[in-house]
């Protein structure tokens, strides 16, 4: 017998910061605080997504051949790079950036971790976790 799959997570509203529940295989729904739809799943990006925005209650996953260029990503469980980014970064949840990552834009995330090799330009924030 396994470990039951869980039926919910938790995820955090990337319009309002409205923390609620939603169903383990949702893939976007209507936040509750504000009524506005959100996509709660993660994005995985394997080759180039030039958008204006990508935005998840979930995390950004940016594979070794995957590119994004977009003016803002909001990524509320974090983001990890291991290929290119170009964008503002606001996240929820850790930033990894990959050893062989291209890194260029502005980031405001709660912890970094950036591997030796990143190539990176763009200022990094570091948000106070609060009391």
């Known amino acids: 017998m396994g470990t039951p799959t869980p039926t919910h997570h938790s995820v955090r509203c990337y319009h309002c910061d409205h923390p609620f529940d939603v169903g383990a295989r949702a893939a976007s729904t209507n936040c509750p605080g504000c009524n506005q739809r959100v996509v709660v799943e993660d994005v995985v990006i394997k080759k180039l997504m030039p958008v204006s925005r990508v935005q998840t209650c979930g995390r950004l996953v940016i594979e070794k051949k995957g590119t994004v260029i977009a003016e803002v990503v909001q990524a509320q469980g974090g983001v990890e790079v291991m290929g290119s980014l170009d964008a ?44």
């Open 88 to 131: 503002r970064v606001e996240s929820g949840g850790p930033v990894v950036i990959g050893a062989s990552a291209r890194w260029k834009g502005d980031c405001r995330a709660p912890t970094m971790a950036i591997r030796r090799g990143a190539r990176i330009e763009g200022e990094f924030e570091v948000l106070d976790p609060g009391p």
